[in-house]
């Protein structure tokens, strides 16, 4: 692991490289700023918070693709993954150093609207900070299990688009589909039940993100989160060693 | 420093390289011919572990590309075909970047980096970004990353592609001085570059080495006479009988012109006809205006076996097992 720091640092400044991330995170704190300034309108008390990154959970799954893309896509296509993986670097290191570039690209992106909180207190809306805390660990739990998914991904295509638009339709449908098929579970007539329906909802972020906005950091959502995370890289080792057995 | 036996990769239903062993001594600077597609890019990708072979084995300084990966990839530089470096990284950076994880310790980075920048003569471009290099400046910062760690194995694939002649001649005699520091494993279709560089070739066709000798000994070896190209003012066909008659002479053609005609003679390897021809034919008072040896080129052997069908190998195997040693020796004292 001696080679982790060099090659995170390469990794998180690769994404200033190009102007992808400049208007990844502009067009970002656009909307979430956006979003605040509606939000406020109609709630502007504890919750308010809460509201927002709840939304931001949503607002993710469509800006997490757009930076994971290119983390191994761009390599293969350019051919640059040979270069790295010729070089006396494990793939562990490679697949680690990827998702921590990406991570902490996206920890700066969400970082500003740390400042929203102040503006609440500044117009009176006596925010929790405790359940803004646990809420922002939540986001970030949330958005690493993100990264881990579409690191994967970005490992299978040399397309950054196919690998973008694969990461963005595998996180809606984990956020969403599932989402609406365990509340059908409770409104289905006749007393009929989904099968596997307990399976669902533990495997549907949101459950694991009721808590973290309620202000609970409980252990079983973070090793849920941390689950995803560490299959997410393995499954990525797995899929840059298949050069060998390939 | 190389040891490759009976090394085979196979892709999807295609067999790249077949069977191949050699070896490599240190200092030796070896070139890798053959066609497109031939296996050259194949062998140096297993070669610096970048997939491992379907079977056999290839060690590198005596670890083996599988099962000592980590170890092999210390130790050697090596420059994929399409120089693939990150263009959106200025030169400096990269090659400091580079040498941090080819394990050049923090105290000697800044060294190392300046020397290649110096023995690569990149002092003009050090600051720009790789993206915006010329195709010259982009090889030789890929040369230099791949040296940045003095590697003791070097392994270069198509170094000159697609350079024009001055960036060729340049690079060329940046990988010559190379090779009086490290063992050099380099591979072209280039002809010209093999001969004026490696001290051994190795010609690889359809995943097969079908030659191995020094440029010298492979032309000999593959030469069973000795040509020589003659025009010449007379009567030709008395001239072609008379000359069939000098010792030594094996064959003899010509090809009438208006009033020079072309002679080819071929001798026996033992004899030089030129000075007893060109005697012959002024004392028999016809008129000679070219006597000439027409040696065979790398080209023309390099053409001679890629071109058959088969597969088997022209040179003799036994004109093929003695040189390495010589050339081992010449890289040596070079």
Known sequence: ?246 | MIEVTDLVKRYAGITAVDRISFKVEPGEIVGFLGKNGAGKSTTMKMLSCFFPPTSGSARVAGFDCVTDSMEVRRRIGYMPERVPIYDDMRVEEYLNYRAQLRGVPRRERSHAVNEVISTIALKDVRRKLIGSLSKGYRQRTGLAEAIIHKPGLLILDEPTAGLDPGQIRQVRDVIKDLGKRTTLLLSTHILSEVELTATRILLIHRGRIVANGSPGSLVGGAQKTRRFHAEIRGPAPMVAAMLKGLPGVVDISFEAGEEWHAFTLESDPATDLRADAAKFIVDNGWDLRELREEKMTLEDLFVRITTTDEAAPMVKPSAAAAPPESPAAEGATS
């Open chain 1, 1 to 246: 692991m001696t080679n982790l720091p060099a090659l995170t640092k390469r990794e998180f400044t690769a994404n200033f490289y190009s102007p992808m991330a400049y208007v990844i995170s502009t067009f970002y704190l656009l909307f979430a700023g956006l979003s605040f300034y509606v939000l406020l309108r109609d709630q502007r008390d504890a919750n308010a918070m809460r509201s927002l990154l709840t939304f931001f959970g949503f607002i993710h799954t469509i800006f997490i693709p757009m930076v994971t893309m290119r983390l191994i896509s761009e390599e293969r296509k350019s051919g640059t993954l040979e270069m790295l993986v010729t070089a006396p670097v494990s793939d562990t290191e490679i697949a680690i150093s990827k998702f921590l570039g990406a991570t902490l690209f996206i920890a700066l992106m969400v970082a500003p609207t740390i400042l929203y909180s102040w503006v609440l207190q500044r117009i009176g809306g006596r925010p929790d900070y405790g359940m803004i805390k646990a809420s922002y660990i939540g986001l970030m739990l949330l958005s690493m299990a993100y990264v881990a998914i579409g690191l994967f991904i970005s490992s299978l295509t040399a397309n950054q688009i196919v690998s973008a638009i694969l990461t963005f339709v595998v996180l809606f449908t984990l956020f969403f589909l599932m989402g609406f098929l365990t509340s059908a579970v409770d409104t289905l007539p006749f007393g009929k039940t989904i099968p596997w329906a307990d399976v669902l909802s533990y495997v549907y972020f949101g459950v694991h993100l009721q808590s973290f906005g309620k202000g609970l950091v409980d252990s079983r959502d973070v090793v849920y989160f941390l689950s995803i995370v560490v299959l997410g890289i393995f499954a990525t080792i797995k899929s840059l060693e298949s050069r060998r057995w390939r």
